[in-house]
């Protein structure tokens, strides 16, 4: 059993930056690929990015490549995304969910068992 606790959303001006962190329970955690989903007003959750249990595969979504980063720090059972040059497209309540298991299905949130409650990152132009 894993809980997931995201923090770090806020506001933003365009162009800006903000870290969110995902702070998860459970001795276990470095065994589980972490991905970030996101999901604006009137629209479906989308991938944004993902990282295996021992943090050296990355996956990004094209539309953060070059501007999003995950990473991991499993002596703190936390994963971060660290957003760069923000835009108001980006504005959205942002996921950290939790998988078992790392393959190309990551990419897919029915692919993951454990789910944070959300944090909500606001972004004006």
């Known amino acids: 059993q894993v809980q997931l606790v995201e923090s770090g959303g806020g506001s933003a001006q365009a162009g800006g930056s903000l870290r969110l962190s995902c702070a998860a329970s459970g001795r276990t955690f470095s065994t589980y690929a972490v991905g970030w989903f996101r999901q604006a007003p009137g629209k479906e959750r989308e991938f944004v990015a993902a990282?295996?249990?021992?943090?050296?595969?990355?996956i990004h979504a094209d539309s953060v490549k070059g501007r999003f980063t995950i990473s991991r720090d499993n002596a703190k059972n936390t994963v971060y995304l660290q957003m760069n040059s923000l835009k108001p497209g980006d504005t959205a309540v942002y996921y950290c969910a939790a998988d078992v298991n790392w393959s190309p299905s990551v990419t897919w949130a029915d692919e993951y068992d454990y789910w944070g409650q959300g944090t909500q990152v606001t972004v004006s132009s």
């Open positions: 990282i295996n249990g021992g943090g050296y595969n990355t």
